[in-house]
T-cell receptor
Framework: DGGITQSPKYLFRKEGQNVTLSCEQN?????MYWYRQDPGQGLRLIYY???????QKGDIAEGYSVSREKKESFPLTVTSAQKNPTAFYLC?????????????FGSGTRLTVV | AQSVTQLDSQVPVFEEAPVELRCNYS??????LFWYVQYPNQGLQLLLK??????LVKGINGFEAEFNKSQTSFHLRKPSVHISDTAEYFC?????????FGPGTRLSVLP
């Protein structure tokens, strides 16, 4: 079945470390997105990519980086510059950017700083 | 600013009772509307969407929503809820090229 796979499901990071969250899709979707979810705050857009080798900052990109070397993959790196990285991270994809397609979501990665 | 409002952060309801989760959006121009459900520690799953046509949209798990352009609303309803409907529900809208989520409503179904 087609879908989006996020790994790992749970991730622990020490202060000052960079960590990378994986997101892979086999839906042949052009666009991919990363959202951060905090309790009571809904979803906030971190980065999105419309096409391979291109990506754009979302509303809260500071302290994060991404790459889009392959259509299927859109990994997110949480750098040490991100002051409060503990959150639930969701990856999504769509056939095209925005418009009326809606999104398909992965099952999320819960990142905790220890 | 373009926004999606979900006035109720939490909605408790007894099993088999009807429920309505409210959603309002800010724009009066053409907009596409969605409802997503999120179960604990999982991603979001599409319940239903309105793109055009009939204002009453039916989705999965017995949910439906009605698009009301004059009131800029897209409320989600279910005539009889089950314990398994306990989850967080997100309304979302596409304004041009901006996909905007509401803050979510936590539905708790009580036995």
């Amino acid at each position: 079945d087609g879908g989006i796979t996020q790994s790992p499901k749970y991730l622990f990071r020490k202060e000052g470390q960079n960590v990378t969250l994986s997101c892979e899709q086999n839906l042949n979707h052009d666009a991919m997105y990363w959202y951060r979810q905090d309790p009571g705050q809904g979803l906030r857009l971190i980065y999105y990519s419309q096409i391979v080798n291109d990506f754009q900052k979302g509303d809260i990109a500071e302290g994060y980086s991404v790459s889009r070397e392959k259509k299927e993959s859109f990994p997110l790196t949480v750098t040490s510059a991100q002051k409060n990285p503990t959150a639930f991270y969701l990856c999504a994809s769509s056939p095209g950017v925005w418009a009326n397609y809606g999104y398909t979501f992965g099952s999320g990665t819960r990142l905790t700083v220890v | 600013a373009q926004s999606v409002t979900q006035l109720d952060s939490q909605v408790p309801v007894f099993e088999e009772a009807p429920v309505e989760l409210r959603c309002n959006y800010s724009s009066s121009v053409s907009v596409y509307l969605f409802w997503y459900v999120q179960y604990p520690n999982q991603g979001l799953q599409l319940l239903l969407k309105y793109l055009s046509g009939s204002t009453l949209v039916k989705g999965i798990n017995g949910f439906e929503a009605e698009f009301n352009k004059s009131q800029t609303s897209f409320h989600l309803r279910k005539p009889s809820v089950h314990i398994s409907d306990t989850a967080e529900y997100f309304c979302a809208a596409v304004f041009g090229q901006n996909f905007v989520f509401g803050p979510g409503t936590r539905l708790s179904v009580l036995p």
